[in-house]
């Protein structure tokens, strides 16, 4: 079945240490999308990328960085330069050029011990 | 820039009882209007969409109605079940594809 894998479902990260997660879709989907939701807020842009090889940033990128080498993937990583990381991670695809809307993975939940 | 303004919560029903979330959106162009659905733990899964005025979208008894000439899109359903509890997000697609959710609406619904 066609669908977006975010992987682990639960990270834990210490204090000054980088974390990479995973965002795998077999849709076919031209973009990708890095969300932030925060308990009890809605959702926070952190990257997206519309085409393989290329990303931009959205509206909280200090302290993350992704990368788009394959059209399938599109991890984030979460850097020590993140003062603040605990949080529930959600990635999402689209196809463009359609009015579809995005499909989600079920998202990681990322806290610092 | 476009936007969205959805009904803050959290909303509390008892079972059967009618439910509706306002939401009104600010935008240029004919942007296409979602409503999603978070489930605890969960990613958003989408619960239905419009892609034009007066198109109505409809899925699991919930419905809203695209309405260009008050730039809304409310969330309605009859009768809501326990198993409806959730959190309702508001969203619009305009042209550059880059979606702009509302904050969100808490729902819980008690036995």
């Known amino acids: 079945d066609g669908g977006i894998t975010q992987s682990p479902k639960y990270l834990f990260r210490k204090e000054g240490q980088n974390v990479t997660l995973s965002c795998e879709q077999n849709?076919?989907?031209?973009?990708m999308y890095w969300y932030r939701q925060d308990p009890g807020q809605g959702l926070r842009l952190i990257y997206y990328s519309q085409i393989v090889n290329d990303f931009q940033k959205g509206d909280i990128a200090e302290g993350y960085s992704v990368s788009r080498e394959k059209k399938e993937s599109f991890p984030l990583t979460v850097t020590s330069a993140q003062k603040n990381p605990t949080a529930f991670y959600l990635c999402?695809?689209?196809?463009?050029?359609?009015?579809?809307?995005?499909?989600f993975g079920s998202g990681t939940r990322l806290t610092v011990v | 820039g476009d936007s969205v303004t959805q009904m803050e919560g959290p909303v509390t029903l008892s079972e059967e009882a009618f439910l509706t979330i306002n939401c009104t959106y600010t935008a240029t162009g004919y942007p296409s209007l979602f409503w999603y659905v978070q489930y605890p733990g969960e990613g958003l899964q989408l619960l239905l969409k419009a892609t034009k005025a007066d198109d109505k979208g409809s899925n699991k008894g919930f419905e809203a109605t695209y309405r260009k000439e008050t730039t809304s899109f409310h969330l309605e359903k009859g009768s809501v079940q326990v198993s409806d509890s959730a959190v309702y997000f508001c969203a619009l697609l305009p042209n550059d594809y880059k979606l702009s959710f509302g904050a969100g609406t808490t729902v819980t619904v008690r036995a």
């Open positions: 849709l076919n989907h031209d973009a």
């Open positions: 999402a695809s689209s196809i463009l050029t359609t009015p579809y809307g995005y499909t």
